[in-house]
C-alpha cells in the first residue's frame, strides 16, 4: 500500500461486481491499493470473494464482501445497501459480472439469451440505479462497466455476449448525459484479449484471442484493465464522460 496521504481514492467507498476473480479481482485490489474501501461482490463462490477480501485486508486495506446475484433487482438493492450500512455510502461502482458462452444462433435458447443480457445488462442497470442515489447524496461519482472487444469485431457463436455488451455501452453514454448534472461520470472499459482463466463454458479462445493478432503482440494482463479503470475513477478522470476505453494492444481501433 502506498502512504495514505498520497492515496487518490482515500475516503471513497466502492462496489465491484464479480470481483472473485480475473479481471473483477485486480480492479478491486487496485482500487484499495489507491485507497477506496471495497466492497467485494460474487454470486456462487463465496470462498472467492473472502479470498479477495483477505488480500484487501493483508494490504491494509479494507473490504467485506457481499454475495449478490446482480440479475435480481432485490439482491442488488441489498449490496448498495451493504456498502451504505459498512462504509457509509457509495462513490464508485464498477460492473464487471459477466458470462462467457459460446452457441451458435441456430442452437441457442431463449433462456441462454436472457440469462447473459440479464447479468451484463440488466446487471449494470440495477447497480447504476441502486448506487445512483448514494452518489448524489455524496456530490457525485464515478461508474464503469466492463465491456468487450468482440461486440466491435463481430464474432460468431457470441451474438447474445455481444449484444449484451452493445446494450452496456449504449446505457453508458445515456446515463452520462443523465446524471453529468450530479457529477457522475459514466464509462465503459472495453478489454481485448485479456490473459485469465476460462471457465469451461466461456469454450476455446475465438481466432486472434491469445494475443497473436494484435499490434503489440500478445494478451493483455488483468492489471492493465484494473488501471484503465483505476484512471476513469480517480481524480485524473474526472473530466471524461461517456466513453468507451479500448485496452486491447491495438487490435481494434475505437471510435
Same mark, same amino acid.
Given at each position: 500500500?502506498?502512504?495514505?496521504?498520497?492515496?487518490?481514492?482515500?475516503?471513497?467507498?466502492?462496489?465491484?461486481?464479480?470481483?472473485?476473480?480475473?479481471?473483477?479481482?485486480?480492479?478491486?485490489?487496485?482500487?484499495?491499493?489507491?485507497?477506496?474501501?471495497?466492497?467485494?461482490?460474487?454470486?456462487?463462490?463465496?470462498?472467492?470473494?473472502?479470498?479477495?477480501?483477505?488480500?484487501?485486508?493483508?494490504?491494509?486495506?479494507?473490504?467485506?464482501?457481499?454475495?449478490?446475484?446482480?440479475?435480481?433487482?432485490?439482491?442488488?438493492?441489498?449490496?448498495?445497501?451493504?456498502?451504505?450500512?459498512?462504509?457509509?455510502?457509495?462513490?464508485?461502482?464498477?460492473?464487471?459480472? !459477466?458470462?462467457?458462452?459460446?452457441?451458435?444462433?441456430?442452437?441457442?435458447?431463449?433462456?441462454?439469451?436472457?440469462?447473459?443480457?440479464?447479468?451484463?445488462?440488466? !446487471?449494470?442497470?440495477?447497480?447504476?440505479?441502486?448506487?445512483?442515489?448514494?452518489?448524489?447524496?455524496?456530490?457525485? *461519482?464515478?461508474?464503469?462497466?466492463?465491456?468487450?472487444?468482440?461486440?466491435?469485431?463481430?464474432?460468431?457463436?457470441?451474438?447474445?455476449?455481444?449484444?449484451?455488451?452493445? !446494450?452496456?455501452? &449504449?446505457?453508458?453514454?445515456?446515463?452520462?448525459?443523465?446524471?453529468?448534472?450530479?457529477?457522475?461520470?459514466?464509462?465503459?472499459?472495453?478489454?481485448?484479449?485479456?490473459?485469465?482463466?476460462?471457465?469451461?463454458?466461456?469454450?476455446?479462445?475465438?481466432? &486472434?484471442?491469445?494475443?497473436?493478432?494484435?499490434?503489440?503482440?500478445?494478451?493483455?494482463?488483468?492489471?492493465?484493465?484494473?488501471?484503465?479503470?483505476?484512471?476513469?475513477?480517480?481524480?485524473?478522470?474526472?473530466?471524461?464522460?461517456?466513453?468507451?476505453?479500448?485496452?486491447? *494492444?491495438?487490435?481494434?481501433?475505437?471510435?
Amino acid at each position: 500500500m502506498t502512504d495514505g496521504t498520497t492515496r487518490p481514492l482515500a475516503g471513497k467507498v466502492a462496489i465491484v461486481t464479480g470481483a472473485g476473480k480475473n479481471i473483477g479481482r485486480a480492479i478491486a485490489c487496485n482500487l484499495a491499493a489507491d485507497g477506496a474501501a471495497l466492497v467485494v461482490n460474487g454470486r456462487h463462490d463465496q470462498g472467492a470473494v473472502g479470498a479477495v477480501v483477505d488480500e484487501i485486508a493483508a494490504a491494509g486495506g479494507s473490504a467485506v464482501g457481499h454475495m449478490a446475484d446482480v440479475s435480481e433487482p432485490e439482491a442488488v438493492a441489498g449490496l448498495a445497501a451493504a456498502a451504505v450500512e459498512a462504509f457509509g455510502g457509495i462513490d464508485i461502482a464498477v460492473s464487471n459480472a !459477466g458470462l462467457r458462452r459460446q452457441t451458435p444462433m441456430l442452437e441457442m435458447s431463449y433462456a441462454e439469451w436472457r440469462e447473459i443480457l440479464s447479468v451484463a445488462l440488466d !446487471g449494470a442497470f440495477l447497480l447504476a440505479q441502486a448506487v445512483a442515489p448514494s452518489m448524489i447524496d455524496r456530490g457525485g *461519482g464515478a461508474f464503469v462497466g466492463l465491456s468487450g472487444m468482440s461486440h466491435h469485431l463481430g464474432l460468431a457463436n457470441r451474438c447474445h455476449v455481444s449484444a449484451s455488451k452493445a !446494450g452496456l455501452e &449504449g446505457l453508458v453514454r445515456s446515463l452520462a448525459v443523465e446524471l453529468a448534472p450530479h457529477r457522475i461520470t459514466v464509462n465503459a472499459v472495453s478489454p481485448g484479449s485479456i490473459d485469465t482463466v476460462r471457465g469451461a463454458s466461456a469454450g476455446a479462445l475465438p481466432p &486472434g484471442g491469445g494475443g497473436a493478432d494484435a499490434p503489440l503482440g500478445r494478451q493483455g494482463t488483468v492489471e492493465e484493465i484494473a488501471a484503465a479503470v483505476a484512471y476513469l475513477v480517480g481524480p485524473g478522470g474526472a473530466y471524461v464522460t461517456g466513453q468507451t476505453i479500448h485496452v486491447n *494492444g491495438g487490435r481494434f481501433f475505437g471510435k
